[in-house]
């Protein structure tokens, strides 16, 4: 896998040899941004690292661990459907299956056949990884990022939700 596979993403800075020794990535974001005081947006600070694959070694991104920080409540397994907010963290672990994930109008899906996610109708690779898939999708007002297989996909892209749209709902395996 190269780089992010998502849209939108470029000019990219990276930090390295912060305090906590990890190397961090900050995006920019082409997205539309109407009634913001702000022109586009930034990514998430995104941690980098090589992991060691059957393809060779292979960037990853995951979200800074301070994202945690953010966490207002949190919702598992069959109670997913009770969560609703404007500002979203979804993680979810699974073995092999189809899966689709409805975040304030955002289709997350995963195809086990081909091994790929679709964000909104943009496919991309995601390779199970010891067997299960793991995903990470974070919504606010702009933006919709997901990561999958561990880091190993990374999915950035422009999206905008319904202001009333406030849902989350999954279907598929358990």
Known sequence: LKGHLGKGFYAAQTFSHEPKGRVVQIGWLRTTTAGMPFNQALSLANELKLRQTADGPRLTWQPVEEMKALRAASFRGDDISKCRGELLEVR???????????????????????????????RASAPLVDGKQRLIIYLDRTVLEVFASDGLTYVPLPFTPKTEDLSVAVTGAK
Do not use: C, L, M, W
């Open 92 to 122: 979810a672990e699974f073995e092999p299956g189809d899966v689709t994930f409805t975040v304030r109008g955002a289709t997350i899906s995963y195809d086990a056949a081909k091994q790929e996610i679709v964000v909104n109708d943009h």
